[in-house]
């Protein structure tokens, strides 16, 4: 547990998909210990069973882990404790990089096309089998890793789906997984978001991702 640091940052992604950072209070061989300032605007109450994915950062890299929270520690802001620490893993730093916009993009979770061209990584290549299926939707959030999204559409997670953006005055298309759902009920309608991971992208496609989001995080931090 060396990775860890007390008084150290801990990235938090819940079960409803929403991420979260904290600070890291105390740890042992099997626990950490985390607490969230109560004016943190994304402050939330865990319970215990929750199942949580955790980063914690030292210096150009990041160690991924799972656990559950089990139980509340008695502190002056609200701290909890995961345990059950289990599938650890060096990351990039820069992967989880994420930062929140709003821009529509296109998608298909439609079996019959998903399947007819699964065997392509390159979408560009079937892009006109693709188009017809294509709805609308809004990004969310943006990394090199994912994206959440948010649409009208009820997907389950575990779908695989195609999506399609512009960025940078270039459209891409890529594959991704459905990992996340959350299902809200607003006076418009019912609206489903989706944190999706993406699939087969390229350290090159990546790269250029990561570009943007340090571009639109520098646009953000000069309004």
């Given at each position: 547990m060396d990775f860890i640091t007390i008084g150290g940052k801990i990235q938090l992604t819940t079960e409803d998909g929403n991420?979260?950072?904290?600070?890291?209070s105390d740890k042992t061989d099997h626990s950490v210990d985390f607490s969230i300032p109560a004016d943190d605007k994304r402050f939330r109450f865990f319970h215990e069973g929750e199942k949580v994915e955790a980063v914690v950062y030292h210096s150009a890299k990041g160690m991924y882990f799972t656990g559950v929270i089990v139980k509340r520690v008695k502190a002056e802001a609200p701290t909890y404790t995961i345990a059950r620490l289990e599938n650890f893993k060096t990351i990039q730093r820069r992967n989880f990089v994420r930062v929140s916009c709003t821009e529509e993009i296109l998608y298909t979770a439609n079996d019959y096309i998903t399947n007819s061209v699964s065997f392509s990584k390159d979408l560009k290549a079937v892009g006109?089998?693709?188009?017809?299926?294509?709805?609308?939707?809004?990004?969310?959030?943006?990394s090199a890793g994912g994206?959440?999204?948010?649409?009208?559409?009820?997907?389950?997670?575990?779908?695989?789906?195609i999506l399609e953006f512009v960025m940078n005055n270039r459209k891409i298309q890529l594959w991704g997984t459905v990992m996340h759902r959350e299902l809200m009920v607003k006076p418009s309608g019912i609206k489903y978001d989706y944190g999706i991971r993406f699939d087969h992208i390229t350290e090159k496609?990546?790269?250029?991702?990561?570009?943007?989001?340090?571009?639109?995080?520098?646009?953000?931090?000069?309004?």
């Open positions: 991420i979260l950072e904290a600070m890291v006109d089998e693709i188009a017809r299926y294509m709805k609308p939707g809004f990004m969310v959030d943006l994206m959440k999204i948010t649409c009208e559409e009820d997907i389950k997670e575990g779908k695989r789906i496609m990546q790269e250029t991702i990561v570009n943007h989001v340090f571009l639109l995080m520098r646009k953000s931090t000069k309004r």
